[in-house]
């Protein structure tokens, strides 16, 4: 199955700064990769994802990149902000193969100091 | 986005007590939905797949007999803590896809079990 690996595991930046967080994952089939934002005591949120077929979105601050021939891929977060604070998955799945699950990473808990 | 709601939110119990824990898509219908277990400062580990009409597939490692999962309507799956002892503390949420295709999973707020 799945086995997705990421790093680091903690990560603190001055704000304004710049945040880069990397996974590795196993499984060549998978090809959907969304990275998710976990506050304390609070459900996971989505805030960017990729599909195989690009090798990299942005969204404001957020970036993603996919490298599928080396099976990594990483968010990178521009302009740190205090609120950027908490802990960021990511996982990969297979779409188009039925209802699969996300597998996830173990996270990397970001502070952004002021 | 789409809604998906659980209760409770909190619950405590005495060792040897059943908890259910019940998860709701709220807009729209979910064959499929996964529950996830976290313990603090940890991951969300995939516990099980709750197909609704059939059976639950549950991930290696997971006990079916103490976790049971019921998925009995397209809006709404229960997971049953059975005979719960403290190491089964820990966070459980559950997470569905509004399409078999979209890729967002949208998760419910979670429910924290403490077992006394």
Redesign the interface.
Known sequence: GENVEQHPSTLSVQEGDSAVIKCTYSDSASNYFPWYKQELGKRPQLIIDIRSNVGEKKDQRIAVTLNKTAKHFSLHITETQPEDSAVYFCAASRLNSGNTPLVFGKGTRLSVIA | GAVVSQHPSRVICKSGTSVKIECRSLDFQA??M?WYRQFP??????MA?SNEGSKATYEQGVEKDKFLINHASLTLSTLTVTSAHPEDSSFY?C?A?AG??T???F????SRLTVL
């Open positions: 064959t499929t996964f400062k940890k991951s969300l580990m995939l797949t949420i997470s896809r078999a295709n890729g967002e999973l998760f419910g707020e979670g």
